[in-house]
């Protein structure tokens, strides 16, 4: 039976596609991406899927916290982006920590986030990528929540302009962290590289337009330890 179907910028389609959708019930991967017709109703549809793991609703502006709020229904979820759903606020995170099995959430440039959204995803136990990149309101506070993941691997702080040394040092803390984005965060220093370069599992720190970085940078990511191969 039917388990992924991509609607990818198909802008013409309703929420009554998604009302079909829901009679697949080995579906697992949906996306939306740019149907911006949708609505809150379109997820409580595809919830529906028993099977479901895999959906993105990025770009579909009609959206609101109630979308997560049905997702959160769905046992099997994994993987969730609401990017640019400018419409949502800390209770779409605080309704998705409620999945189980929850691994990655994409909330770029849903503007409305604070640090509390990071909060609410800290207690999803089997997280491990999260994108929080033009989340202006985010702070160091989002980092140390973060921290807390034991499982977190991936996190994108894409022009998250307040955040500081201490959310690299905050991160440096998740025993399997491997990649972070700190694109265009100006008040980091060659400090953040310093606490990265501790990270056991390190593979791909972005550094771009931080501008107060210098070559002590480099040398302390020279520093990461080798990975064994496995």
């Known amino acids: 039976q039917l388990q992924t179907v991509n609607f990818f910028n198909c802008s013409r389609l309703t929420d009554v596609a998604a009302?079909?959708?829901?009679?697949?019930?080995?579906?697992?991967?949906?996306?939306?991406?740019?149907?911006?017709?949708?609505?809150?109703?379109?997820?409580?549809?595809?919830?529906?899927?028993?099977?479901?793991?895999?959906?993105y609703f990025s770009r579909c502006l009609n959206l609101t916290d109630v979308a997560a709020q049905h997702l959160a229904q769905c046992a099997q979820l994994r993987t969730v982006s609401f990017s640019c759903c400018g419409n949502l606020t800390d209770l779409a995170p605080e309704y998705l920590a409620k999945c189980p099995q929850l691994q990655s959430v994409d909330f770029s440039d849903c503007d409305k986030l604070t640090d509390a959204a990071a909060q609410h995803?800290?207690?999803?136990?089997?997280?491990?990528?999260?994108?929080?990149?033009?989340?202006?309101?985010?702070?160091?506070?989002?980092?140390e929540y973060l921290g807390q993941c034991p499982h977190l691997q991936?996190?994108?702080?894409?022009?998250?302009?307040?955040?500081?040394?201490?959310?690299?040092?905050?991160?440096?803390?998740?025993?399997?962290?491997?990649?972070?984005?700190?694109?265009?965060?100006?008040?980091?220093?060659?400090?953040?590289?310093?606490?990265?370069?501790?990270?056991?599992?390190?593979?791909?720190?972005?550094?771009?337009?931080?501008?107060?970085?210098?070559?002590?940078?480099?040398?302390?990511?020279a520093l990461c330890p080798e990975r064994s191969e496995e």
Request: charged residues 15%; contains cysteine.
């Open 121 to 143: 995803l800290a207690q999803c136990g089997q997280l491990r990528t999260v994108s929080f990149r033009c989340c202006g309101n985010l702070t160091d506070l989002a980092a």
């Open 19 to 55: 009302e079909h959708l829901s009679q697949c019930r080995q579906l697992q991967t949906v996306n939306f991406e740019d149907c911006w017709k949708l609505t809150d109703v379109a997820a409580q549809h595809v919830a529906l899927c028993p099977e479901l793991q895999t959906v």
């Open 154 to 221: 991936t996190v994108d702080f894409d022009f998250c302009s307040n955040l500081t040394d201490a959310a690299a040092q905050h991160l440096a803390q998740c025993p399997q962290f491997q990649t972070v984005n700190f694109y265009a965060c100006p008040n980091l220093t060659d400090l953040a590289a310093q606490y990265l370069a501790q990270c056991p599992q390190i593979r791909d720190v972005r550094f771009a337009r931080c501008l107060k970085l210098t070559d002590a940078a480099a040398e302390h990511l």
